[in-house]
């Protein structure tokens, strides 16, 4: 708003509607900062919402839901050293936090098994990985593959032979104390609202999170 001017006396008229004017501007500026604050309550109050709903969903169709806190790993990446690497701190199988590679695997759908410990770094930028087993029917990988191409950024499909007849989420939520939380649900079938509610829930939220724009397939 441009400042007020000081001249000598306005007409009661002009006055009158200067004023109406600039109540009505300050009205419009209370309910754009009202509307504000409600976006950011709406915006903290949503990933609780997203999760709470996920759980739900993982549940209905079978699935069983992992959450515990990530071990500690080196800010330098060198816990780690070689990509085919494991480490004695990962908590689930597949890995979904802690100790990692220095070095990302590119964004994209693979059909052979992929460097885990690569992966972790990923989850540590906000990816979600979905993994599959070697038990896992050829029509049932068809269905991950469609749901894939519809969720490429940020995600990584690739198979996990010891995973048998199961088929593995992962990512890593940056919630809870120091380094954020692993998540990894694992279900015996693929059901699409539950998948995308986990999506929904922990894609884009790792502790050194990285933009969307970022995450593409072919990226690292």
């Known amino acids: 708003m441009p400042p007020k001017q000081r001249p000598g006396r306005v007409p009661t008229n002009e006055r009158d509607s200067k004023r109406t004017l600039v109540s009505m501007v300050v009205a419009g500026l209370v309910v754009i900062v009202g509307a504000g604050a409600l976006y950011l309550i709406g915006g ?84 979600v990985f979905i993994q599959y087993g070697e038990g896992v029917a050829a029509a049932t990988v068809e269905e991950l593959h469609g749901f894939y191409a519809k969720n490429r950024t940020g995600t990584i499909l690739a198979s996990y032979p010891a995973l048998g007849e199961q088929i593995a989420l992962g990512a890593w939520n940056d919630e809870g104390e120091g380094g954020g939380q692993g998540v990894l649900a694992t279900c015996t079938a693929f059901d699409d609202s539950a998948f995308q509610a ?16 970022q995450m593409a397939p072919g990226d690292l």
């Not at 709903?53 to 800010?75: K, M, Q, S, T, Y």
């Not at 330098?76 to 050293?81: G, L, Q, R």
């Not at 220095?102 to 992966?119: I, K, S």
């Open 44 to 127: 903290e109050d949503a990933p609780g919402d997203a999760k709470e709903e996920a759980r739900v969903a993982l549940a209905a169709a079978g699935c069983e839901l992992l959450i515990h806190d990530a071990p500690a790993n080196a800010a330098d990446h060198t816990d780690i050293t070689t990509p085919e690497g494991v480490s004695p701190g990962w908590k689930t199988d597949p890995p979904t936090a802690g100790p990692h590679f220095r070095e990302t695997l590119v964004y994209g759908a693979y059909d052979e098994p992929v460097q885990q410990a690569r992966v972790v770094h990923n989850l540590e930028h906000g990816a």
């Open 198 to 213: 986990f999506l929904s829930a922990y894609q884009f939220r790792g502790p050194e999170r990285f933009s969307p724009s």
